[in-house]
Structures are given as C-alpha cells and as structure tokens.
C-alpha cells in the first residue's frame, strides 16, 4: 500500500540541546501539514529529549562513532524530504542519503562545494543569527510558516512523579550539569546560592539528580556546600519538564535542561561563560528576533530568559581553554557570583509575584 502522506525527516546527529532546538520544525510541519509525518534521526542518547513529543512519529538512532550504514540503507530516499538540521558533514550526507528532496546547511566555505552537489537546496549558516531561526529557514521555500516555538514533550505520569517528589512549598529547581566541564559552574558557588536563597527568599532551592557518575559526584560536592533543607529531584528530561510546570523559577547553565527551561516558559535564569549567547543563548518562545541576545555578553534579558555573563573584552570567546586563567578553569564563569544571580531572582521572580 502507497501511503498519500506526506514524509519529513529531520536530521540531528548533534547534541541533546541541539536536537531540542530544532523541534519547531516539527511543530511547524505539522501545524501547515497536519496529515504530514514527521520523524527523526540522531544519535543514541539524544532521543530522549524527544520523548512524547506529539509531533514527532518515530525516532531513528545511529550510534555516535559508527556510520549507521545499516540503518541509513534501510531509509535510502524512503522521506519525501530530508533536513539536515545543522551544517555537520554527516547530517549533510545523511539527508541526502534518505530524503528525495533534500535540504541542508552550509558555511559558506569553498571546501563545501560538495553540499550543493548532493542536496536539493542548501543555506548559510551565520552564527549572527540564533539556532532557533537558522534551522527555521528552510521552511519558507517549502511554502510552509515558521513558528519559533521549541516544544518539550511529557505526560501526566511525569506530572504524577513530579508532584510526588518536589516540594509543596515554593521551591526554584537548579540543573547545575553539562556534558562539557568548562560550562560548570563551581560547587562552592551553587552550595552558597542554594544557603542564599533560603536565607534571603522564600523559596526552597532544590537540585536535579542524573544517573551520571560524574554529575552525582558534583552534587555530591554540591551538597556538602549547601544547608540541610536542600532537595535533591531525581527525575528523566520528561520528568524535569513536569517539575518546572509548578517552580517558581529555574536557574542553570549552559546545558540542555536550560533549553528546556526556556521551551517550559518559565523564568530562567542562566549562567554563561564563554559560550555564544547570539547563537546558543535559551530561546524566548515566540520570540520574533533574529538573535535575541545579540550583545552576546553582559547580563541580557528576553521575554522569560535572562542571561548573566561577565562583560569583559574577551568575552565570549567560544573556548574551551580559558587563555587568561590561571587554575585551568574559565576565569569569566568563575567570576560571577552567588550574589549575582540572586539579584535577577529578586529582580525577576520576587518583583513579578509582588505585583
């Protein structure tokens, strides 16, 4: 039997963030198209972000250091149209292989001249303009209207969970975990927030929980820093997302579970330190800017988002090795204090409940 729908592949071999960040394709498609469907395929690991999304059908893995020959044979041209979601090689390679029409990135590089062989229609990517926008752009030359909404899926079970394991008191979840190390920051630091904001708010600073070693060794650490009335929240991305529905705010770093803050609409304070706010910074749903954070250092606020970054020359240098440190650890993030982020939580989340 030939099925009448229409097929979308979007392709995102990247991170867990940068997959998160290219659902309101998905949102998109299926919003013009509603009988379309849309599936995807990444990397082993990343697809539970995508988990319950309503949009999505099916999610296709590869592993991160295999080709995934067998799996890209089994989807040889089987989508009407393939979109490599980012300028990678192999999404590029990856959306050519399955999609009849495809669509992808490129940076604007002569070595790049292979793309515009292999895809039907390719774009620049420019790091002036935000992921969100940039993944979004080819929409517009397949007749179809861009929405910049990033969606985060979850159910009532996660509801369920959440309310059974966080406090009934006003609580602010913290997600203090990234899968680079340079994006942390300091135990001390958070230990001193966590003392600050029950001192100083009312509020009940709760820490999320991964199965990861190594983050369960940085809450340790964590932990021997902050009061005794802490909360630590065990939860799956789904579960979190059900957690920030009843917080009072969320506070985090330059991680995935701060893009999901932000797709939650919840106020969101983030804490960056060399990263690029203009590309990467947490997307204010419905935002109608190229780049929201566009001054890319500083402390900067859009809509829900507000972002704390120190304004200083060689910020943000995008490195992973800080070239002014002298402890091995990026002198910008270290920088910011305690002190700080509890200033935009008075200023953003007390003033706001005061009203």
């Not at 659902?23 to 919003?31: D, E």
């Not at 009988?35 to 592993?63: C, P, S, W």
């Not at 209207?145 to 979850?154: A, S, T």
């Not at 065990?234 to 009843?246: D, I």
């Amino acid at each position: 039997m030939i099925s009448s729908q229409k097929s979308y592949l979007i392709v995102c071999c990247r991170y867990i963030g940068d997959v998160l960040l290219t659902t309101p394709l998905a949102l998109s498609i299926k919003t013009a198209e509603p009988d379309a469907v849309v599936d995807y395929l990444v990397f082993q690991g990343t697809e539970k972000v995508l988990a319950k999304n309503k949009f999505i059908r099916k999610i296709h893995t590869i592993k991160k250091d295999t080709t995934g020959i067998a799996v890209l044979v089994s989807l040889f041209k089987k989508y009407d149209v393939s979109i490599a979601a980012n300028a990678s090689d192999r999404n590029t390679l990856i959306a050519s292989i399955t999609g009849k029409y495809s669509i992808g990135l490129t940076n604007g590089w002569r070595k790049e001249w292979w793309k515009g062989i292999l895809l039907s229609m390719h774009y620049v990517w420019y790091d002036l303009i935000h992921a969100v926008p940039t993944t979004l752009m080819p929409l517009r030359m397949l007749g179809i209207k861009p929405i910049y909404k990033v969606v985060m899926g979850y159910d009532d079970d996660d509801r369920h969970y959440a309310c059974s394991n966080l406090p009934s008191k006003k609580f602010i979840l913290m997600h203090p975990y990234s899968m680079k190390e340079f994006k942390y920051w300091p135990a001390k630091k958070w230990g001193e927030l966590a003392k600050l904001l029950l001192e100083q708010t009312d509020f009940i600073p709760v820490f999320t929980a991964t199965p990861a070693p190594g983050d369960a060794a940085f809450l340790n650490e964590i932990l021997s820093y902050s009061p005794s009335e802490t909360v630590v929240y065990p939860c799956s991305f789904t579960q979190f997302a059900a957690g920030l529905e009843t917080c009072e705010a969320y506070i985090g770093i330059d991680t995935a579970a701060t893009h999901i803050a932000a797709a939650m609409e919840v106020t969101v304070i983030a804490i960056y330190g060399s990263s690029l706010t203009r590309y990467w910074g947490p997307w204010p749903n419905d935002c109608s800017e190229f780049s929201p954070f566009l001054k890319n250092r500083g402390i900067q606020r859009s809509g829900n988002i507000t972002i704390i970054q120190k304004d200083w020359e060689c910020v943000p240098c995008n490195k992973e090795q800080c070239r002014i440190s002298t402890h091995n650890r990026p002198e910008c993030l270290d920088a910011i204090t305690p002190d700080q982020v509890l200033a935009e939580i008075q200023k953003h989340v007390i003033r706001t409940h005061s009203k």
